[in-house]
């Protein structure tokens, strides 16, 4: 049962109480914002006292609508260069398996690729992307642990510029969104890839988890206010029950979710579809 059907079961048949309502969009991982936003759309409307719960559902329906993109912008190969891609993220979050799995997702539809470990502060990072290689039959630049991760995409864009591959995918090493010195290498490793072309990476992408709630909210600020994201990937949205973070990041930030993760498979991968999430997920 997804969240709407909850809240329409849980309100059925009883008058709405507007704070215990707007407590549940919250618990949602709506953020506060969107919630107060919808409570008051509701309120505003002339004959809200004589509306049922149903009536309810099909506006917040219509303001989270409102609020994400309708087209998850597509990924496409740039004319003579390489595609950079950098994902990004604290721990935990997937972000090497994302990495794989969009590979997986631009090799079927007919695109070459290139994988970067530039994780070379986790060792076992290195081997498991190094695995994901060997399973999508893709080539792989890789480093000795704690090699500098910008010498690295430096490398890796030179070998993906020199054999014509069209998206290079690094996989960058798991941080905390409050470590300053972390984040600060992020920017070097952005500094590095544009001596190559100024306007690279082309996109950074910020995976993160469902099931965090608004602590992916945070990160994407963090994040956001360290090397500015092109969009998120959200992982576990089939466990999540919820993915309200996924509103609550568009609509505070103004970043659109570009892919979605729904499972443990390689093919668990798709772009972003906002009917779908309004109607399955949330």
């Not at 893709?138 to 500098?148: C, F, L, P």
Request: glycine share 8%; proline share 4%.
């Amino acid at each position: 049962m997804n969240f709407l059907q909850s809240l329409a079961q849980h309100f059925a048949g009883k008058p709405i109480d507007w704070d215990e309502l707007e407590e549940s969009l919250i618990r949602a991982d709506l953020g506060v914002p969107m919630s107060t936003r919808i409570i008051k759309a509701l309120q505003e409307r002339e004959a809200w006292s004589l509306m049922g719960i149903n009536d309810v559902v099909k506006v917040v329906r219509q303001e989270i609508s409102r609020v994400l993109a309708a087209d998850s912008p597509a990924i496409r190969p740039l004319s003579g260069k390489p595609n950079v891609i950098l994902l990004l993220g604290v721990n935990g979050t997937g972000k090497t398996t994302s990495t794989a799995k969009l590979a997986r997702y631009l090799q079927k539809d007919g695109h070459s690729v290139l994988l970067a470990a530039a994780d070379t502060f986790r060792a076992a990072a290195i081997e498991q992307l190094g695995i994901w290689a060997t399973r999508l039959g893709v080539k792989i630049i890789k480093g000795q642990y704690n090699a500098d991760p910008a010498a690295l995409c430096y490398e890796a864009y030179q070998a993906a510029a020199r054999d014509k591959i069209e998206f290079l995918l690094c996989d960058t090493a798991g941080r905390m969104h409050t470590k300053k010195n972390l984040m600060a290498e992020l920017e070097k490793v952005r500094r590095t890839l544009s001596k190559h072309d100024p306007d690279s990476p082309h996109e950074k992408l910020l995976v993160v988890d469902a099931t965090t709630g608004g602590n992916a909210l945070s990160q994407a600020r963090e994040f956001q206010s360290a090397i500015g994201l092109t969009g998120v990937i959200v992982t576990k949205l089939d466990g999540s029950g919820k993915g309200g973070i996924v509103v609550a990041i568009q609509d505070e930030l103004g970043i659109p979710t570009r892919f979605v993760g729904t499972g443990e498979q390689l093919n668990d991968f798709a772009p972003f579809d906002r009917r779908a999430f309004i109607a399955n997920m949330l």
